[in-house]
């Protein structure tokens, strides 16, 4: 099938075109993100491949139906980006990637979690300058801290597994509970249980009606002072002006972000050269407590490879069935 690959970066041009040898798809490559602007560029594509900052709401979705697509292959878990409504009414399907590796996105909210418990961030640099100092470096442990985990899926699950292994006392909530995660000792609570509770927040939820801005003012506070909140999810779960806020008065401890609101004119690109028009994320980078990573908790190897084989094996299946068990249909936004 042909195929057009959106906000196709390098790492993707290597992957996919490897995994590709055992699928023998035309892989079109193409750097620019799918957008309203750009939909006009991916006529003649029966699929398209889109990330998770491309655009596919009704107006995008429209315009590839009307020059002739007929699927839509996300190499991603999540799709808060896409109208799955609009994509049924024009008929096209829409396939994902599930579980690419849980591993890599829970092995980095671990990186986070440590890296700011012990303020490695910050004595990395001191010593590059010479200073040896051990002032404002004063960790915690994280045996025996209670930690709240925020969305139970394969992600949580792999989440609470590694806590576990260092001695946490974990809370959980989620729609529907995970017998692995209660089998490592993990109680699910209440949401407002969760908050007053925990030494630190992790957040492993999709993006959705029920779970935008999840994380508000009023969240907020009923949380301990102090507090650690880590965000490998999307963005929007978290209210950043409330973080701010936050921060600024000390109620929130340390917080570590892999994800951001309004991440799709920054993340995956290469700024150094330019000015950040962004105030409130130039203002995140001032605090000496916040650790931002670029969306990078999926960048492993394995993952990577695991996208490229699950998404082209997405394809053919569509072409040749006219089904995908890793379809995205309008059922699961309810």
């Known amino acids: 099938m042909k195929v057009a690959v959106c906000s196709a970066q390098s790492y993707d041009r290597e992957f996919l075109s490897e995994a590709n040898a055992n699928f023998k798809h035309e892989l079109a490559f193409f750097e620019g993100r799918l957008s309203e602007e750009s939909a006009k560029l991916f006529a003649g594509f029966p699929a398209v491949c889109a990330f998770v900052n491309d655009v596919l709401n009704d107006n995008v979705l429209r315009t590839l139906a009307e020059q002739g697509t007929r699927l839509i292959a996300l190499r991603c878990a999540g799709f808060n980006n896409v109208d799955v409504l609009a994509a049924e009414n024009y008929a096209i399907r829409v396939v994902r990637v599930p579980a690419y590796s849980p591993h890599s996105v829970a092995e980095h909210t671990l990186a986070l979690i440590l890296t700011l418990n012990r303020n490695t961030h910050r004595a990395y640099n001191r010593v590059r300058d010479g200073n040896f100092s051990l002032a404002g470096l004063l960790g915690s442990e994280l045996h025996d801290r209670t930690v709240g985990i925020i969305g139970t899926g394969r992600i949580g699950q792999a989440v609470a597994q590694i806590l576990h292994g260092f001695g946490c006392r974990l809370l959980a909530y989620d729609v529907a509970q995970n017998d692995q995660c209660t089998a490592l000792g993990a109680r699910y609570v209440a949401l407002d249980e969760l908050y007053r509770e925990s030494d630190i927040i992790t957040l492993h939820c999709p993006l959705n009606q029920n779970t935008l801005h999840l994380i508000d003012d009023n969240a907020l506070r009923l949380m301990k002072r102090g507090v650690m909140i880590i965000n490998t999810s999307r963005?929007?779960?978290?209210?950043?002006?409330?973080?701010?806020?936050?921060?600024?008065?000390?109620?929130?401890?340390?917080?570590?972000?892999?994800?951001?609101?309004?991440?799709?004119?920054?993340?995956?690109?290469?700024?150094?050269?330019?000015?950040?028009?962004?105030?409130?994320?130039?203002?995140?980078?001032?605090?000496?407590?916040?650790?931002?990573?670029?969306?990078?908790?999926?960048?492993?190897?394995?993952?990577?490879?695991?996208?490229?084989?699950?998404?082209?094996?997405?394809?053919?299946?569509?072409?040749?069935?006219?089904?995908?068990?890793?379809?995205?249909?309008?059922?699961?936004?309810?």
Do not use: M, W
Request: charged share 20%; hydrophobic share 40%; glycine share 8%.
């Open 235 to 334: 963005g929007g779960v978290v209210d950043t002006n409330a973080l701010v806020a936050a921060l600024k008065s000390g109620h929130v401890g340390h917080l570590g972000l892999d994800v951001y609101e309004q991440e799709d004119d920054l993340f995956f690109r290469d700024l150094s050269a330019h000015v950040i028009q962004d105030d409130v994320f130039e203002r995140l980078l001032t605090f000496p407590n916040v650790l931002i990573t670029g969306h990078q908790g999926f960048f492993t190897t394995e993952a990577l490879d695991n996208i490229a084989h699950t998404t082209l094996e997405n394809i053919s299946t569509f072409e040749q069935s006219g089904q995908c068990r890793n379809e995205v249909t309008s059922a699961l936004l309810r």
